[in-house]
């Protein structure tokens, strides 16, 4: 993988955990058959065409946020009120 390319997407990605893996997910998605979202070249390998769709903004990512979950999964429904 090319430097540049590295540290363009890396600073749009921002957390390095998340840079990280959001790469590792494409290349391993273009490695079994994924068509790119670029145009790419012969010398291109896959984490270039990864990085290169993230400069692009060719990909969307979201990072996972801590949410309130029980171990009921009726609990939700227990706060509603039955119909009248």
């Known amino acids: 993988m090319k430097t540049e390319l590295i540290e363009k997407a890396s600073r749009i990605v921002g957390d390095n955990q998340l840079f990280i893996n959001v790469v ?8 079994h058959g994924a068509d790119p979202y670029v145009p790419t070249t012969p010398e291109m390998g896959a984490g270039d065409i ?3 769709e993230i400069i692009e903004g060719k990909l969307r990512w979201h990072a996972e946020t801590e949410s309130k979950t029980s171990s009921d999964p009726f609990e939700a429904l227990s706060d509603e009120k039955p119909e009248a």
């Open 24 to 31: 590792s997910k494409r290349v391993q998605q273009i490695n």
């Open 50 to 52: 990864a990085l290169t």
